[in-house]
């Protein structure tokens, strides 16, 4: 087996989870920078990172959704991870991206 072909046909599945996260990323980002101060009944200016968290969580469960539609079992755990890690690092950079809006 060479290395990385187990995601070989698996990239659109795992770009569109990375959408997904960039998208919602992009939103709580500009909410935050819009001045919202009332996330999800959370007076706290910290409360944009549950927003954050949630975006987070649903591209976890998109990646796995996903994933499992391809019905294909082989490379399953690299595809899953490799869009879990993708949405991390995305919703990592809108972390770093309100922190000033949040802690300001």
Request: charged residues 10%; without cysteine.
């Given at each position: 087996?060479?290395?990385?072909?187990?995601?070989?046909?698996?990239?659109?599945?795992i770009v569109l989870v990375w959408?997904?996260?960039?998208?919602?990323?992009?939103?709580?980002?500009?909410?935050?920078?819009?001045?919202?101060?009332?996330?999800?009944?959370d007076p706290a200016s910290l409360?944009?990172?549950?927003?954050?968290?949630?975006?987070?969580?649903?591209?976890?469960?998109?990646?796995?959704?996903?994933?499992?539609?391809?019905?294909?079992?082989?490379?399953?755990?690299?595809?899953?991870?490799?869009?879990?890690?993708?949405?991390?690092?995305?919703?990592?950079?809108?972390?770093?991206?309100?922190?000033?809006?949040?802690?300001?």
């Amino acid at each position: 087996m060479q290395a990385g072909s187990e995601t070989r046909g698996g990239w659109p599945g795992i770009v569109l989870v990375w959408i997904i996260a960039a998208v919602g990323a992009i939103v709580v980002v500009t909410l935050a920078y819009s001045g919202s101060s009332d996330w999800f009944d959370d007076p706290a200016s910290l409360g944009v990172y549950g927003a954050l968290g949630i975006v987070f969580a649903a591209s976890v469960l998109g990646a796995l959704i996903v994933q499992l539609a391809t019905r294909r079992p082989g490379g399953y755990v690299t595809r899953a991870s490799a869009s879990v890690a993708g949405a991390a690092v995305i919703v990592a950079v809108a972390a770093l991206a309100v922190a000033p809006s949040a802690l300001g």
